[in-house]
Every structure is written in structure tokens, then in C-alpha cells.
């Protein structure tokens, strides 16, 4: 997929470290979300992705 932005942003290649490190940190952004608004959904959703799918609840 990051082939496809190469010819629009001729660096991006350099910055695959970046954007996985960023890619990352969805499914706690997601927990964080869960927990300060109040929303089950995003909760499980991000202790799904951070637990490998294993979520008591």
C-alpha cells in the first residue's frame, strides 16, 4: 500500500518506521477513547486488538 504513495510523496518510503510505530498506538488511542467517553465498543474493540482478540468481558 505504501507503494502506491511513493509517486505522490517521493519520501514516505523513509519514514515506514514512523508510520508503524503510529499504526501502532490505534488500538490504544481506542482504549483511551473507551474509557473517557464512556464507550464499551471502542473499549473492547481496542483491548481486542492490543490482546491479539482474547477479551474477557
Known amino acids: 500500500m505504501l507503494a502506491l504513495m511513493v509517486p505522490h510523496y517521493p519520501g514516505i518510503a523513509t519514514m515506514r518506521d514512523r508510520i508503524a510505530f503510529y ?3 490505534f488500538p490504544l488511542l481506542d482504549v483511551l ?3 473517557d467517553h464512556g464507550d464499551a465498543a471502542a473499549l473492547e474493540a481496542g ?3 492490543l490482546t491479539g482478540g482474547d477479551v474477557q468481558g
Open 23 to 25: 499504526r501502532s498506538t
Open 33 to 35: 477513547f473507551g474509557l
Open 47 to 49: 483491548l481486542r486488538s
